[in-house]
């Protein structure tokens, strides 16, 4: 584990409210990483968060529908979500599990619930895919919960405070505990770190070393979490909010204060592609002819 202690941990630079919206057949949801902020939050082109205990918000799913040239990361804190593609993959999301699909030159396929009541919680990330490989060949995991590595903090690993607190590791490194995707970084040059981070009853502090170079923001689904910056001010950063962090500092602090009850939040970091983003809807491409040319094949039943 490192002992590592941030010098200058990065600041937030703007909080981001989610836009409440609905996709597939009508789920709701709310958009917090939007259109306007993908080349500030460059490789990530959005990130949805779904919370619900009416089947009403949720029951009719998301029925076929096509991708092109991006990878989407499904993250279930609660329910069950049936996937299916045109490429033969199939598998079973659910609590605390993940579902990374990278889309590629194409495919069709749906996420439906296999729930006809209960909570059902998540989040799907967009992550985007350099020029070279968008139209490589589609790929699909299910990372069950059991297969995520997790580690709790002490005082040996960069936590201060009493209380130590669970981190999940998705992706990336942290602390010496490597994540379930581990790729190599010259073929998947965003290098994405995707921590949840569970902050106990009490207060705790959490640092997480991170690349200047890499744009990074945090996401916080309860309670409230506060970010350190290097003068020793602490931005609070509400229940339902993202924090885009600034990209100077070698870092970020993150603490719960004395006595608060749990919080968890998402932290997420890349980075940039620094290439052109051309979306239109289902597909992420570099140029507008290419946008178009996938527009054709869907509709000549060209994808997958």
Same mark, same amino acid.
């Given at each position: 584990?490192?002992?590592?202690?941030?010098?200058?941990?990065?600041?937030?630079?703007?909080?981001?409210?989610?836009?409440?919206?609905?996709?597939?057949?009508?789920?709701?949801?709310?958009?917090?990483?939007?259109?306007?902020?993908?080349?500030?939050?460059?490789?990530?082109?959005?990130?949805?968060?779904?919370?619900?205990?009416?089947?009403?918000?949720?029951?009719?799913?998301?029925?076929?529908?096509?991708?092109?040239?991006?990878?989407?990361?499904?993250?279930?804190?609660?329910?069950?979500?049936?996937?299916?593609?045109?490429?033969?993959?199939?598998?079973?999301?659910?609590?605390?599990?993940?579902?990374?699909?990278?889309?590629?030159?194409?495919?069709?396929?749906?996420?439906?619930?296999?729930?006809?009541?209960?909570?059902?919680?998540?989040?799907?990330?967009?992550?985007?895919?350099?020029?070279?490989?968008?139209?490589?060949?589609?790929?699909?995991?299910?990372?069950?919960?059991?297969?995520?590595?997790?580690?709790?903090?002490?005082?040996?690993? #960069?936590?201060?405070?009493?209380?130590?607190?669970?981190?999940?590791?998705?992706?990336?490194?942290?602390?010496?505990?490597?994540?379930?995707?581990?790729?190599?970084?010259?073929?998947?040059?965003?290098?994405?770190?995707?921590?949840?981070?569970?902050?106990?009853? #009490?207060?705790?502090?959490?640092?997480?070393?991170?690349?200047?170079?890499?744009?990074?923001?945090?996401?916080?689904?309860?309670?409230?979490?506060?970010?350190?910056?290097?003068?020793? %001010?602490?931005?609070?950063?509400?229940?339902?909010?993202?924090?885009?962090?600034?990209? %100077?500092?070698?870092?970020?602090?993150?603490?719960?204060?004395?006595? %608060?009850?749990?919080?968890?939040?998402?932290?997420?970091?890349?980075?940039?592609?620094?290439?052109?983003?051309?979306?239109?809807?289902?597909?992420?491409?570099?140029?507008?002819?290419?946008?178009?040319?996938?527009?054709?094949?869907?509709?000549?039943?060209?994808?997958?």
């Amino acid at each position: 584990m490192s002992t590592a202690t941030l010098t200058t941990p990065r600041r937030v630079e703007r909080l981001v409210t989610g836009q409440p919206t609905s996709d597939g057949a009508g789920v709701k949801l709310t958009r917090v990483l939007t259109h306007d902020l993908q080349q500030r939050l460059d490789p990530f082109l959005m990130l949805d968060n779904f919370a619900s205990d009416n089947p009403d918000d949720y029951g009719a799913g998301f029925p076929n529908h096509p991708h092109r040239g991006f990878e989407t990361v499904t993250y279930m804190i609660a329910g069950r979500m049936r996937h299916k593609d045109s490429a033969g993959h199939e598998g079973l999301l659910q609590n605390g599990g993940v579902q990374w699909m990278t889309t590629g030159r194409g495919l069709v396929h749906s996420e439906m619930p296999e729930q006809e009541e209960g909570v059902m919680e998540g989040f799907q990330l967009w992550l985007n895919l350099p020029g070279r490989d968008k139209l490589c060949t589609p790929w699909y995991r299910d990372i069950q919960s059991a297969d995520i590595p997790e580690f709790t903090t002490s005082a040996t690993n #960069g936590a201060q405070g009493p209380h130590g607190m669970l981190v999940r590791v998705i992706s990336g490194h942290s602390h010496g505990v490597g994540g379930a995707m581990q790729r190599p970084a010259d073929q998947f040059p965003t290098d994405v770190l995707y921590l949840d981070l569970h902050f106990p009853e #009490g207060g705790a502090t959490f640092e997480q070393p991170l690349p200047a170079l890499h744009n990074a923001f945090i996401y916080v689904y309860r309670g409230t979490v506060q970010v350190q910056d290097a003068a020793g %001010s602490e931005t609070p950063v509400p229940l339902h909010r993202m924090a885009i962090l600034s990209n %100077s500092g070698d870092g970020v602090r993150l603490s719960t204060a004395p006595g %608060s009850p749990p919080a968890r939040a998402l932290l997420i970091a890349g980075m940039p592609l620094r290439e052109p983003i051309a979306q239109y809807g289902p597909f992420v491409m570099n140029t507008r002819e290419e946008l178009m040319q996938a527009v054709h094949d869907f509709q000549n039943g060209l994808l997958g």
